[in-house]
């Protein structure tokens, strides 16, 4: 049985903030620090509701230039401190599957000198949902919103 994910339903974020990792961290897995980047501008995210352990809730909202918001659930997969997440919004809080899956994301970080390195892989239940992924702008939002992780990361 092959473990090989097939590529044409993954994108991938790698890249070094140039802050801490014990920063980083602290961005990914504190509510009142997650709201500050999460989102790339102008987008913001109102709330995050977490619960960071393996099956905890991972629950966002987010809210676009014109006020609507865009409420967002999944767990967390798995938690290996200050080095992996990995998250799904394929099933809700106690397991239950949502309507709508879509990804299943794992970041890692590891120091790379007085930096981090930042490796973000979203992996898609279909290759429709990747592309509909791409299209919504994974590359520049993920960037942007790494962009803002890391200015924040580096004021803790």
């Not at 961290?25 to 109102?46: I, M, N």
């Not at 995050?48 to 629950?59: E, T, W, Y």
């Not at 794992?106 to 930042?118: I, K, V």
């Amino acid at each position: 049985m092959s473990t090989e994910f097939p590529k044409n339903r993954e994108l991938v974020l790698d890249r070094v903030i140039e802050a801490p990792r014990a920063a980083v961290w602290r961005c990914w897995t504190e509510p009142d620090l997650l709201v500050q980047w999460f989102t790339p501008a102008p987008w913001t995210t109102k709330s995050a509701d977490m619960d960071v352990r393996a099956g905890g809730r991972f629950n966002t909202v987010m809210q676009d230039p014109d006020g609507n918001t865009h409420p967002n659930t999944g767990i967390y997969l798995e938690i290996v401190d200050g080095e992996k997440i990995v998250f799904t919004d394929a099933v809700n809080e106690g397991y239950e599957p949502s309507e709508n899956p879509f990804m299943v994301g794992t970041l890692t970080f590891a120091d790379e000198g007085n930096a981090t390195r930042y490796r973000a892989i979203v992996r898609h239940f279909s290759e429709e949902s990747k592309t509909r992924h791409e299209e919504m702008g994974f590359h520049a939002g993920w960037n942007a919103a790494a962009d803002q992780l890391e200015a924040l990361a580096k004021t803790l």
